[in-house]
């Protein structure tokens, strides 16, 4: 037997509380006994996305919440500005041009932020730009991007939307959507919520449900609007994913009980624990600045596959990891620690990645990254 290890940028490994909670008989989505759960789920999203208006749950993965944002607030011909610094980034401007609404790119290298000040430069260019989307944290590259520089440029222009793709950075990185001024912030369930796939959320400030009322985009499924009515009454549109609302409570209730502040605490500290191990190995990093607490995407050393060190991750050691997509696919590989991760972890991801590596000739000396990770990982005595 080999005993599997999570350690993918989603999905995540689920907790036994929220596994346990999901196990449990189902309820009508109708029925009493699942208003209160929706209810205290709804009030537990306003506290993780900072915010006092609505966070809409959706059934869907974190691309259909990303699908809403567009089809909700903008209509055909409305320009947007998308930052594509990767993978997810170069989604956005996918989801919009299929939504027959014109794309203006600012196209950064794979590895690095975009500069708050381009932001700035494209939309006093252009006034007629009337949503910026980006990602907080771009998985594909492991770089999180100034979100709350970003937003203080975007807010100054009142017909403009600012808009999130936090699916990766929720929970790991600090987003204050109110203090911000996020317009749209999206999130995902199988990242740092720690729950299977299947759940989108999308907190909406006052803002953007004025584009809502003006938006003319096709729209039947994701219709924001008539979910917002719903979710008053703690209902959605259409039947409900009661199991995994379930799930949700639980995950909200550690995640409360551990505190936000501490939560991004712990990202951040296995983040940089990565970091300095793989450096300790002789590996460079893919993220060139500005990296994420979420994954760390590192360079395959030269003459090696990231896909082949990604595959005898998960074949030899039983860690699924991930390998690079895109124009990084062979080149890298990334680990994350996202949600429910311990130091532990990253032990293990780094211990993995030392025996892969020396197993397909890298020159190193085993337990000098995990000697670094634990220099930093370790409780200080009171
Ligand atoms: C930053 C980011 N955006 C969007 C997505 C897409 O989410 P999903 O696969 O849940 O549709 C992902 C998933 O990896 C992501 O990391």
Known sequence: MLKRYLLAPGP???????????????????????????????????WLFQTRNDVLTICSTGTGGMVGAVNNFFSPGDKALVINAGNFGERWTKICKAYNIAVEEIKIDWGYA???????????????????????????????????????????????????????????????????????LIGGSQKGLMLPPGLAFVGISEKAWQFANRATSPKFYFNFKKERESLAKNQMNFTSPVTLIIGLNESLKLLRAEGLENAFKRHEKLATATREAVKALGLELFTKESPSNAVTA????????????????????????????????????????LGYAGMF???????????????????????????????LLMVQED
């Open 12 to 46: 995540t490994p689920v907790p036994p509380e929220a596994l346990l909670a999901m196990a449990m008989p189902i309820i009508h989505h109708r029925s009493p006994d699942f208003l209160p759960i929706l209810d205290s789920a709804k009030k537990g999203l306003q």
């Open 114 to 184: 975009v500069k708050p000040e381009d932001v700035e430069k494209a939309l006093e260019k252009d006034p007629a730009i009337r949503g910026v989307f980006v990602q907080a944290s771009e998985t594909s590259t492991g770089v999180y991007h100034d979100i709350k520089s970003l937003a203080s440029v975007v807010r100054k222009h009142e017909n403009t939307l600012f808009v999130v793709d936090a699916i990766s950075a929720l929970v790991a990185h600090d987003l204050k959507m109110d203090d911000w001024g996020i317009d749209v």
């Open 298 to 337: 590192i360079n395959a050393p030269a003459g090696l596959d990231g896909q082949e060190i990604y595959k005898n991750l998960r074949v030899k050691y039983g860690i699924t990891a991930a390998g690079g997509q895109g124009q990084a696919k062979g080149k890298i590989f990334r680990i994350a620690h």
């Open 345 to 375: 972890d990253v032990i293990t991801a780094i211990a993995g990645v030392e025996m892969v590596l020396k197993g397909m000739g890298y020159s190193l000396k085993l337990g000098m990254g995990v000697a670094a990770a634990q220099e």
